[in-house]
Nanobody, 122 residues
């Protein structure tokens, strides 16, 4: 069974930084795309934060460019999100996402972590 476990969330003051981690475990054969999404209070949909391919190509939502940095360690099946210059609008539950092949499956499936709360106080 595949699991994505996030860590690193918490309470931070505006202007501060946090680093999120997400480790994938289980009978993983390969991981294609990994990413972070977030759901702000009162919002019904998750929004893209950033994604990263297995070769290291990245994509960011416009509002995160220059402040957030996504990276991954393929050997550890782990993706990171360094968040700097945080503001109150960044308050949300942050979810890890991975598109991967596991077990004996020939195709890839999408998996989600349970989410980690990030709260930025102004």
């Amino acid at each position: 069974q595949v699991q994505l476990v996030e860590s690193g969330g918490g309470l931070v003051q505006a202007g501060g930084s946090l680093r999120l981690s997400c480790a994938a475990s289980g009978r993983i054969f390969s991981i294609n795309l990994m990413g972070w999404y977030r759901q702000a209070p009162g919002k019904q949909r998750r929004e893209l934060v950033a994604t990263i391919t297995s070769s290291g190509s990245t994509n960011y939502a416009d509002s995160m460019k220059g402040r957030f940095t996504i990276s991954r360690d393929n050997a550890k099946n782990t993706v990171y999100l360094q968040m700097n210059s945080l503001n109150a609008e960044d308050t949300a539950v942050y979810y890890c996402n991975a598109n991967l092949r596991a077990g004996g499956n020939l195709r890839s499936y999408e998996y989600w972590g349970q989410g980690t709360q990030v709260t930025v106080s102004s």
